[in-house]
């Protein structure tokens, strides 16, 4: 069944402001507003730019996620957010753009069924991490999660000498996966980085 946003727009009456919600059939209303905001927060902080983006596995069918249309994180709002069937296929973008490297979420939920949700950024504080031969290590306890150790991706080893950058294929998207392993962030050479979790919060 394709999906059809629910629109529902309320004014409050001492600011005059307007306010509008979506929800997927089927999706909490919750992690849409969840994953909309996530694209925000991570632009506040420097994380993503105009590029970059979060998906959230669907909570009641696990072959599905969520995220955005391809649009500037920080615009994210709960009624730019789609639903995406495993192989990175838009239920129903109703002739939205959808982002080139959606294949990173899809793969990396179908590798891995213990993550529920993925930001995939260009964040220059790691970049210098993933050409280095020096690892990326965990200095305080927040990090401790580095311990586990940080692999690094580079995408010749699957797309050879084409000077292809993006995850735009599915089978760049399965060796993206297949670097990541067991782990819950994988460095992208020259390109940023995907960090995974067991919830938006936590991915975030």
């Known amino acids: ?70 649009m500037a994180p920080a615009l994210v709002t709960a009624a730019d957010i ?27 939920y179908k590798a891995r069924p213990d993550v529920k949700a993925i930001v995939h950024s260009h964040s220059p504080a790691v970049i210098p991490f993933g050409i280095t031969p020096v690892g990326l290590k965990p200095v305080y306890h927040m990090s401790a999660f580095l311990g586990a150790g940080v692999p690094v991706f580079d ?3 699957a797309a050879g000498t084409s000077g292809e950058m993006l995850v735009s294929t599915g089978a760049l998207g399965q060796a993206l996966a297949r670097t990541l392993g067991d782990k819950a962030v994988v460095l992208m050479r020259g390109h940023g980085s995907v960090a995974v979790g067991n919830a938006v919060r936590q991915a975030v």
Do not use: C
């Open 1 to 70: 069944m394709g999906m059809r946003l629910v629109v529902s727009v309320a004014v409050s009456g001492r600011s005059g402001a307007w306010r509008a919600r979506a929800q997927a059939p089927g999706a909490d209303a919750q992690l849409i507003e969840d994953v909309a905001l996530a694209n925000r927060i991570l632009y506040d902080q420097g994380v993503v730019d105009g590029y970059g983006h979060v998906s959230a596995r669907h909570d009641k069918d696990p072959n599905r996620y969520v995220m955005a249309r391809s």
């Open 82 to 108: 789609l639903e995406y069937d495993l192989d990175s296929n838009p239920i129903d973008a109703r002739g939205r753009t959808v982002y080139l490297e959606r294949f990173i979420h899809g793969e990396i």
């Open 155 to 157: 995408i010749r080893d």
